[in-house]
């Protein structure tokens, strides 16, 4: 019985698709990094939602917002990404910092004044969670901001 052309051409398509343990994912424009497991990285943030209120004129600039306290309860360590979902969100936010296991850092969360308007975005911690659409559950890591500003 003869073996249709096709299907060593299938069999190496499947092959080249298959994960390979321990391979690295790529981004062209950032370092190459191992998405870790379930269990080695666990991340535990102080709070999901911040609220500020600034008077245009009055309020200090940049206004802190507040402080997130970010701990790994992993076994792995991990980088923090901090970014709002939208990137014209008027908030900066204090340098990314590599945690260890076991280990805590404080994030300080600045309006920088470049808004003159209500607002409220999703921050993420994680390059991993960064590309969740708007939902009403918020992966592990991430949280909200919303400002009011008046005039």
Same mark, same amino acid.
């Given at each position: 019985?003869? $073996?249709?052309?096709?299907?060593? =051409?299938?069999?190496?398509?499947?092959? =080249?698709?298959?994960?390979?343990? /321990?391979?690295?994912?790529?981004?062209?424009?950032?370092?190459?990094?191992?998405?870790?497991?379930?269990?080695?990285? #666990? =991340?535990? =943030? +102080?709070?999901?939602?911040?609220?500020?209120?600034?008077?245009?004129?009055? +309020?200090?600039?940049?206004?802190?917002?507040?402080?997130?306290? $970010?701990? #790994?309860?992993?076994?792995?360590?991990?980088?923090?990404?901090?970014?709002?979902?939208?990137?014209?969100?008027?908030?900066?936010?204090?340098?990314?910092?590599?945690?260890?296991? /076991?280990?805590?850092?404080?994030?300080?969360?600045?309006?920088?004044?470049?808004?003159?308007?209500?607002?409220?975005?999703?921050?993420?911690?994680?390059?991993?969670?960064?590309?969740?659409?708007? +939902?009403? +559950?918020?992966?592990? /890591?991430?949280?909200?901001?919303? /400002?009011?500003?008046?005039?």
């Amino acid at each position: 019985m003869a $073996i249709p052309r096709r299907v060593p =051409i299938l069999l190496a398509a499947l092959l =080249i698709a298959l994960p390979l343990p /321990g391979c690295k994912k790529t981004n062209d424009d950032e370092k190459d990094f191992e998405l870790p497991t379930s269990e080695e990285l #666990n =991340i535990q =943030i +102080s709070q999901i939602y911040f609220e500020f209120r600034h008077v245009v004129g009055q +309020s200090p600039c940049p206004q802190l917002v507040g402080r997130l306290t $970010i701990r #790994n309860t992993g076994t792995s360590p991990f980088t923090t990404d901090i970014r709002a979902r939208d990137p014209r969100a008027p908030l900066t936010f204090s340098p990314d910092r590599t945690v260890g296991p /076991g280990e805590t850092v404080i994030v300080d969360i600045f309006f920088n004044c470049t808004s003159q308007e209500n607002f409220r975005v999703t921050v993420d911690t994680l390059r991993e969670n960064q590309g969740q659409q708007s +939902s009403d +559950s918020l992966p592990p /890591g991430s949280f909200n901001v919303e /400002g009011i500003i008046t005039r």
